[in-house]
């Protein structure tokens, strides 16, 4: 198998991280960030904002690319930066993943940086289709 | 008109807030990571002290997305002014200067870069700058974007995180 640092190429993808979203995950989210907002807990709150109904927080999609990016580098390194654009609410019932793959890997004063291409992505329960939440840039440091 | 006042544009590079969390405990480490990785069990490098003290870290340490405000901060022991979910002029009212009234608004992106982790025991300290007002119209009409700074460091002032949020108001 090697080390993370010898198996890294580009285009190489992380294994996701997938959750199926719903009030059991967003109510636990939001208990520990207080994200207690109407939109996130209550479908004819969602609806009065002119949404479908209820929607997860943008920061629990922020925790997932998170989790997925620990998960890859388990003890061999660290985020250094992460950013992070929205672009479509994440509805209840969808099933939400994050995902992430290697886009290049330079020297550093302190290592290994290697970028990641990150987004979050979610299937909706009744057409199965994938639609993208979120995308972004990833940049950690290997051991 | 420009959504800009001249109170706004000179505002630009203000404080906006300051804030120190109690110190972190591993019962909120736990249960960030409980939450955030549910309904599957987190890794045990965030619960299980003798795991965490094998890794490379050398202990238990916060998800670096963790938030140590959540809830209550030990200072400020006052309100803000407004509420940041229900006000979109939040952010003027925290200087005390009128905002654009604009109706609506959303989170149109965040950056981060990471210092040094959060451990159980640290007391973090916020402060929060206004980065820089833009403008432009949209399909939505008139669009003001903000971007803040938040930087939080340590009891020993190493930075933990800096952390960049555009607003989307309009």
């Not at chain 1, 636990?28 to 904002?49: K, Q, S, T």
């Not at chain 2, 159980?120 to 399909?139: A, C, F, H, Q, W």
């Amino acid at each position: 198998m090697g080390t993370l640092a010898e198996r890294l190429v580009v285009g190489a993808k992380l294994p996701p991280f997938t959750r199926v979203t719903d009030f059991d995950v967003w109510n636990r989210f939001a208990a520990v960030n207080y994200e207690f907002v109407p939109i996130h807990m209550d479908d004819a709150a969602g609806r009065e904002a002119g949404l479908p109904g209820a929607v997860g927080m943008g920061n629990l999609q922020w925790a997932y690319l998170h989790n997925l990016v620990r998960d890859w580098l388990g003890d061999d390194g660290r985020i250094l930066r992460m950013d992070l654009q929205f672009r479509a609410m994440n509805r209840r019932g969808q099933t939400v993943s994050a995902h992430g793959e290697v886009r290049g890997v330079t020297h550093g004063d302190d290592g290994l940086e290697v970028s990641l291409n990150v987004w979050t992505e979610a299937v909706d329960a009744d057409t199965g289709k994938a639609q993208q939440l979120a995308v972004g840039h990833c940049v950690v440091l290997l051991h | 008109m420009s959504l800009i006042s001249v109170d706004m544009g000179a505002a630009v590079g203000s404080e906006l807030s300051r804030a120190a969390s109690f110190p972190v405990s591993e019962s909120d480490i736990r249960r960030w990571a409980i939450a955030t990785y549910y309904p599957r069990r987190p890794p045990a490098r965030f619960w299980d002290a003798k795991a965490a003290g094998e890794c490379a870290l050398g202990g238990i340490v916060a998800p670096e997305e963790f938030n140590p405000f959540a809830w209550m901060a030990a200072e400020p022991r006052t309100r803000p002014p407004s509420d940041p979910v229900r006000d979109p002029d939040h952010l003027e009212h925290l200087l005390g200067i009128a905002g654009p009234g604009l109706r609506n608004q959303l989170n149109g992106g965040v950056s981060v870069e990471y210092g040094v982790p959060m451990r159980p025991g640290d007391v973090i300290e916020s402060v929060v700058t206004l980065v820089r007002y833009t403008e432009k119209t949209g399909r939505l009409g008139a669009m003001l974007f903000t971007v803040t700074e938040e930087l939080w460091r340590n009891q020993r002032m190493e930075t933990v995180r800096r952390f960049q949020m555009t607003l989307i108001r309009y």
